[in-house]
């Protein structure tokens, strides 16, 4: 089993900036691959971030707006936000997957964190 806490969502305005944080425990958290996904309300989750066998992927919409980050070794993961857009608004989860091959697919995942919401607004 095992346990994400998310951390670091809150209401920005566009342009500003956010770093949300994972912190992973539980028993050989250190087998899974961690990733970033989010989702806005009546859209499907989308892939945002994550490391596969020590290597940064992220999301085309990213555009080199985000920087994914490991923490504590494959105990952590931290996702810079920066210039921010209304449409980046929606709940943040981080997402553990035994088979980082498939680190895109979030139906592939076998543990989730609760989610932070991210508000990007005036």
């Known amino acids: 089993q095992v346990q994400l806490v998310e951390s670091g969502g809150g209401l920005v305005q566009p342009g500003g900036s956010l770093r949300l944080s994972c912190a992973a425990s539980?028993?050989?958290?250190?087998?899974?691959?961690l990733g970033w996904f989010r989702q806005a309300p009546g859209k499907e989750r989308e892939f945002v971030a994550g490391?596969?066998?020590?290597?940064?992927y992220y999301g085309a919409f990213t555009q080199g707006r985000f920087t994914v980050s490991r923490d504590n070794g494959k105990n952590g993961l931290s996702l810079q936000m920066n210039n921010l857009k209304p449409e980046d608004t929606a709940v943040y989860y981080c997402g553990a997957i035994k088979n980082g091959r498939y680190l895109r697919f979030g139906r592939m995942y076998d543990y989730w964190g609760q989610g932070t919401q991210v508000t990007i607004a005036s």
């Open positions: 539980g028993h050989a958290v250190s087998d899974y691959e």
């Open positions: 490391f596969n066998g020590g290597s940064p």
